[in-house]
């Protein structure tokens, strides 16, 4: 997997301060790959490594986590950026003097037909409007039968079917009924063919030239390869696409075509057909694409992790405090809950810079591991509230009360405070210091 693959890479990395050029150029082969392996088109896989590689070089190491980890979550984030980003993902537009046009185009078996019904269903529910659908299909046979058949399933109305009509002409019709008969929205579906040709972009531009769609939607299989980019292309060439929508994405496929088409024609991706059924229609997601696309299951978990543990305001924050000297008991409960996320303090002590081996096995001596930060964590919610910020009003009564209160004996109690002022201590001098130490690992 990709994981294991730049785990490799980056094996050696561990501890340094950037992402250097060579680094990340090591790591971008890797990403390459996995993106060839996703199915995403040659030269897209080449314009957004290009675009990874321009953000991770440079890139400080959060030493929270691996630089493997942290390569992933920026080509992560890059992806997800390049699929449209994470906002709220791009509706339709249905606004203005009804009926207003829909039109659907892509190839043959591409979904077409499915998502009319699809969009059909979700408008006329969601949106409490008036949808009329039309079947310009006067090549397959049976075509137009399919979507009257779909409409009766889903309640939707259906242009009765007039044999013998080229597609432009029923295109008026069903703009017409449209308008006699109050409907908001015509769907309107296309033939397709298994490959692009003259006649058939024509007739595609023909039908949007009568109806004058709002929204012409490129219906393109998510399972498509490498022509993913050469169909997107031609169509967008001579229609004015306004969005695309990728069916079949409860397949097996990595969902490159995605990325693919996205990138050629620069338009929103807005729905992902997920099943055959007429509800099997979801609102894009760019964060769920990009982890598709990345691999499965391990690369998404691990990303999840890592954005997680890298939290990094919160951690420059902190740091910002620690180069003041400014470092409470609270703060360092804080600490002890983002180390118990992060693996633990046997995790991070390998991550640490100038961290040996000996130092590691004194650490785990010391009895340094889970149970202990739990126990540490204890003891500090004993304290009242001025206690944790003012430790030093910490006298013998006090002491006593809180050791009884969190199950531990005194001289526990005086250890985590004198572990915690050397803490301190050391904090201020690394954050003064650069980028060394615990500060630096917090991101500082
Ligand atoms: P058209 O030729 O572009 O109109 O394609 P159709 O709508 O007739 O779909 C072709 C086949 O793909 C049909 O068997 C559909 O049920 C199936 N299909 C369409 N969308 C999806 C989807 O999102 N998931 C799955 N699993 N099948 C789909
Ligand atoms: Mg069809």
Redesign the pocket.
């Known amino acids: 997997t990709l994981t294991e693959r730049l785990g490799g890479v980056f094996d050696k990395l561990t501890g340094r301060g950037v992402l250097s050029e060579k680094d990340v150029d090591a790591a971008l082969r890797e990403i390459r790959v996995a993106l060839l392996e996703a199915d995403v088109a040659l030269d897209v896989v080449k314009a957004a490594t290009k675009q990874i590689r321009e953000r991770a070089v440079g890139e400080d190491v959060i030493r929270a986590v691996s630089p493997g980890q942290q390569v992933i979550k920026i080509v992560h984030d890059a992806l997800v950026d390049l699929l449209g980003g994470e906002g709220e993902p791009v509706g339709l537009s249905l606004e203005g003097e009804p009926p207003i046009a829909i039109l659907m185009a892509?190839l043959?078996?591409?979904?077409?037909?499915?998502?009319s019904a699809k969009l059909a269903k979700r408008i006329q529910e969601t949106q409490k409007k008036k949808v009329l659908l039309a079947s310009l299909d006067t090549r397959r046979p049976a075509a137009m039968e399919?979507l009257q058949q779909l409409a009766g399933q889903i309640d939707v109305a259906f242009l009765p079917i007039v044999p013998n009509q080229r597609a432009v002409d029923i295109a008026k019709r069903a703009m017409n009924a449209g308008r006699l008969q109050g409907f908001d929205v015509v769907i309107l579906?296309t033939a397709?063919r298994t490959s692009i040709d003259e006649e058939m972009m024509a007739e595609a531009h023909d039908i949007a030239r009568v109806t004058n769609p709002r929204e012409t939607l490129l219906?393109a299989d998510a399972l498509t390869g490498q022509d993913a980019v050469e169909t997107a292309r031609r169509f967008h060439d001579r229609l004015p696409l306004t969005g695309l929508v990728l069916?079949?994405?409860?397949?097996d496929g990595r969902g490159g075509a995605a990325l693919s088409m996205r990138h050629v024609t620069g338009l929103p991706i807005k729905f992902l057909?997920?099943?055959?059924k007429p509800d099997?229609l979801d609102a894009f997601d760019a964060k769920r694409v990009a982890g598709r696309i990345l691999g499965r299951g391990d690369i998404i978990s691990l990303v999840e992790k890592a954005a997680q543990n890298v939290d990094e305001e919160k951690a420059a924050r902190m740091a910002k405090k620690m180069a003041k000297g400014k470092f409470d008991l609270d703060d360092l409960r804080e600490q002890f809950s983002q180390l118990k996320t992060m693996g633990g303090l046997g995790g991070i002590m390998g991550m640490l810079p100038g961290m040996n081996k000996k130092m590691q096995a004194q650490a785990a001596a010391a009895g340094m591991d889970d149970k202990m930060l739990t126990r540490q964590e204890a003891i500090i919610l004993s304290m009242t509230k001025q206690e944790r910020a003012k430790p030093e009003i910490l006298k013998a009564s006090r002491k006593k009360r809180i050791a009884a209160g969190s199950g531990v004996q005194v001289a526990d109690v005086n250890k985590l405070i004198k572990m915690h002022r050397q803490m301190a201590d050391m904090m201020k001098k690394a954050a003064k210091g650069g980028r060394g130490g615990l500060a630096g690992m917090m991101g500082g």
């Open positions: 892509g043959q078996g591409s979904g077409k037909t499915t998502t399919q579906d397709g219906v069916t079949r994405m409860d397949g057909g997920v099943s055959e099997g």
